[in-house]
């Protein structure tokens, strides 16, 4: 039996008895907000596990767990920056403090940052960007495995499971509708820009591949580049494609606005006119999109909206409420100087 108190958790009460965990927190401590069928239904299951309540789940019930754990990679990148300090807006509306860690893209400390959170016990963990979803079932286990104790939000991501709760923007129907504004402006030669294939990157391929592929266009007419992290480096990674005039691509799709600032800049330096020899479009709609001549396209990935919802949803399940694990966020084009779409 001595097995059983340690290995039944707070998770495995909410689940047998069909609630959230803040409601088992709240049947722990007396709360009045819960019926008396559910308070009766969990305290039978309690009894029947040998359920033991930890000092945090008493604290949630009780409303002195008031700090939120926010992973984020990299504070010094635009849209997650942006992200961050949306977030903390929105919880400090609500009268939640935030602990903040910046784990950056190694995936060791990834784990390690989402275990110091859950050691200071806080009482959920929002994971910003879509970087943090592996390919490898394995690789998000540790993610499943926090989920088991305190609701998991993802910032534009997602993972099927039990307390972990995705709120997405349609980056594959943006980048479909941007690639086919694209073909039907008469271009012909569109290039993907890209830094690696995460979550939200896939889906925006998948979205441009799509659009092609309805739109009647070989793939083969298609550049795919995959450019570093700066600025500064995407011009040696495109220029060679547009010193070659026989396949010189007439349009660049970017996966976000920095990349689409660095081909502007390179575009520039070559004497290439935008957008009448080619167009631009980058993603985010970030401060950087209208801080170049000619000002940016970009699509609107309505970042604040996301952690609005995010935080909305939150709430509510720490409220003993249901949220829906999956939330998708329309995006919109905002357009501007780097692109004509009439057609030709």
């Given at each position: 039996?001595?097995?059983?108190?340690?290995?039944?958790?707070i998770?495995?009460?909410?689940?047998?008895?069909?609630?959230?965990?803040?409601?088992?927190?709240?049947?722990?401590?007396?709360?009045?907000?819960v019926?008396?069928?559910?308070?009766?239904?969990?305290?039978?299951?309690?009894s029947?596990s040998?359920?033991e309540?930890?000092?945090?789940?008493?604290?949630?019930?009780?409303?002195?767990?008031?700090?939120i754990?926010?992973?984020?990679?990299?504070?010094?990148?635009?849209y997650?920056?942006?992200?961050?300090?949306?977030?903390?807006?929105?919880?400090?509306k609500?009268?939640?403090?935030?602990?903040?860690?910046?784990?950056?893209?190694?995936?060791?400390?990834?784990?390690?940052?989402?275990?110091?959170?859950e050691?200071?016990?806080?009482?959920?963990?929002?994971m910003?960007?879509?970087?943090?979803?592996?390919?490898?079932?394995?690789?998000?286990?540790?993610?499943r495995?926090?989920?088991?104790?305190?609701?998991?939000?993802?910032?534009?991501?997602?993972?099927?499971?039990?307390?972990?709760?995705?709120?997405l923007?349609?980056?594959?129907?943006?980048f479909?509708?941007?690639t086919?504004l694209?073909?039907?402006?008469?271009?012909k030669?569109?290039?993907f820009?890209?830094?690696?294939?995460?979550?939200?990157e896939?889906?925006?391929?998948?979205?441009?591949?799509?659009?092609l592929?309805?739109?009647?266009?070989?793939?083969?007419?298609a550049?795919?580049?995959?450019?570093?992290?700066?600025?500064?480096?995407?011009?040696?990674?495109?220029?060679?494609?547009?010193?070659?005039?026989?396949?010189?691509?007439?349009?660049?799709?970017?996966?976000?606005?920095e990349l689409?600032?660095?081909?502007l800049?390179?575009?520039?330096?070559?004497k290439?006119?935008?957008?009448?020899?080619?167009?631009?479009?980058?993603?985010?709609?970030?401060?950087?999109?209208?801080?170049?001549?000619?000002?940016?396209?970009?699509?609107d990935?309505?970042?604040?909206?996301?952690c609005?919802?995010?935080?909305n949803?939150l709430?509510?399940?720490?409220?003993?409420?249901?949220?829906?694990g999956?939330?998708?966020?329309?995006c919109k084009?905002?357009?501007?100087?780097?692109?004509?779409?009439?057609?030709?």
């Amino acid at each position: 039996m001595g097995d059983n108190k340690k290995q039944t958790t707070i998770y495995d009460i909410s689940k047998l008895a069909g609630v959230s965990i803040a409601t088992v927190s709240r049947v722990l401590n007396g709360s009045s907000k819960v019926s008396p069928d559910t308070r009766d239904r969990v305290l039978r299951i309690i009894s029947e596990s040998n359920y033991e309540p930890n000092v945090f789940a008493r604290g949630l019930g009780l409303g002195s767990m008031k700090t939120i754990g926010i992973l984020c990679a990299d504070v010094s990148d635009i849209y997650l920056a942006a992200s961050v300090s949306f977030l903390e807006r929105e919880l400090r509306k609500n009268n939640f403090d935030t602990v903040l860690h910046c784990t950056g893209y190694n995936y060791e400390q990834q784990v390690k940052s989402i275990r110091a959170m859950e050691a200071r016990k806080v009482a959920a963990v929002i994971m910003v960007g879509s970087h943090y979803i592996e390919s490898s079932n394995k690789k998000n286990e540790y993610i499943r495995e926090t989920a088991r104790r305190i609701p998991v939000m993802l910032q534009n991501g997602y993972l099927d499971d039990d307390n972990i709760y995705g709120v997405l923007s349609e980056d594959e129907n943006a980048f479909y509708d941007a690639t086919s504004l694209l073909l039907s402006s008469g271009r012909k030669r569109i290039m993907f820009l890209y830094r690696e294939r995460t979550y939200s990157e896939t889906h925006k391929y998948n979205g441009f591949v799509r659009a092609l592929n309805d739109s009647g266009v070989s793939i083969e007419n298609a550049l795919f580049v995959r450019s570093r992290n700066t600025i500064r480096y995407v011009k040696d990674d495109i220029k060679p494609f547009f010193e070659d005039s026989s396949a010189q691509p007439d349009a660049i799709l970017a996966c976000d606005d920095e990349l689409a600032i660095g081909a502007l800049k390179c575009l520039q330096e070559l004497k290439i006119q935008i957008p009448e020899q080619v167009s631009l479009i980058g993603c985010n709609n970030s401060v950087l999109s209208i801080s170049c001549e000619p000002e940016l396209t970009t699509i609107d990935n309505m970042c604040e909206i996301l952690c609005i919802d995010i935080v909305n949803a939150l709430m509510q399940i720490l409220d003993g409420q249901k949220a829906p694990g999956k939330t998708m966020v329309s995006c919109k084009l905002v357009e501007r100087g780097t692109t004509d779409f009439r057609k030709p």
